[in-house]
């Protein structure tokens, strides 16, 4: 596998992370705790080294991302 079990463990949470940020209605918070994290802070520390980014900053990039382009633009 070439890494630690540790370090596969947090990418499987991440991943998993990942994909309950982008439900809606999903808080940070409630992403920590359904990921096993004892603290919102603990999950956006940890969802931070994995991503380079905070999990609120990610997931309005992903979002953002999933928008179509005609819907992205401001009605006139």
């Known amino acids: 596998m070439g890494q630690t079990p540790a370090s596969y463990l947090t ?5 998993s992370g990942k994909q309950v940020l982008l439900r809606e209605h999903v808080t940070i918070a409630d992403a920590a705790l359904q990921l ?6 603990g999950f ?11 999990p609120a900053a990610w997931r ?4 953002a991302q999933s928008v179509p382009a005609a819907e992205a633009l401001p009605a006139a």
């Open 44 to 54: 956006r520390r940890a969802f931070q080294r994995h991503t380079g980014v905070s």
């Open 36 to 41: 096993g994290y004892e603290s919102e802070a």
């Open 11 to 15: 990418d499987v949470r991440m991943e």
């Open 60 to 63: 309005t990039r992903q979002r």
